[in-house]
């Protein structure tokens, strides 16, 4: 089993930054690719961002030169920095991680942009 733990949401004005993070414990071994989902109020759950463990990248369009994804082998940690924040970015984020091809999820960090 994967644990994941999130943190770095947050309420942030428009155009503002803020970076998440999220840890990874447990059976670690073997994780692949790393990324980050949003589900806004009534919204089905996107994909925002993912990382491969080789450290290829893959975007929605959505924040494609806004958000930079990145992470830490060593530290089993995957970070999310998100500038130049527009309301409708406000969702609660999951982290989620695929391991032997079986997705685990963390329990998701709210992020508000206010206008």
């Known amino acids: 089993q994967v644990q994941l733990v999130e943190s770095g949401g947050g309420l942030v004005q428009a155009g503002g930054s803020l970076r998440l993070s999220c840890a990874a414990s447990?059976?670690?071994?073997?994780?692949?690719?790393m990324g980050w989902y949003r589900q806004a109020p009534g919204k089905q759950r996107e994909l925002v961002a993912t990382i491969t463990s080789g450290g290829s990248t893959n975007y929605a369009d959505s924040v494609k030169g806004r958000f930079t994804i990145s992470r830490d082998n060593a530290r089993k940690t995957v970070y999310m920095q998100m500038n130049s924040l527009k309301p409708e970015d406000t969702a609660v984020y999951y982290c989620?991680?695929?391991?032997?091809?079986?997705?685990?999820w963390g329990q998701g960090t709210q992020v508000t942009v206010s206008s």
């Open positions: 989620n991680v695929e391991r032997f091809h079986v997705g685990y």
């Open positions: 447990g059976s670690t071994v073997g994780i692949n690719a």
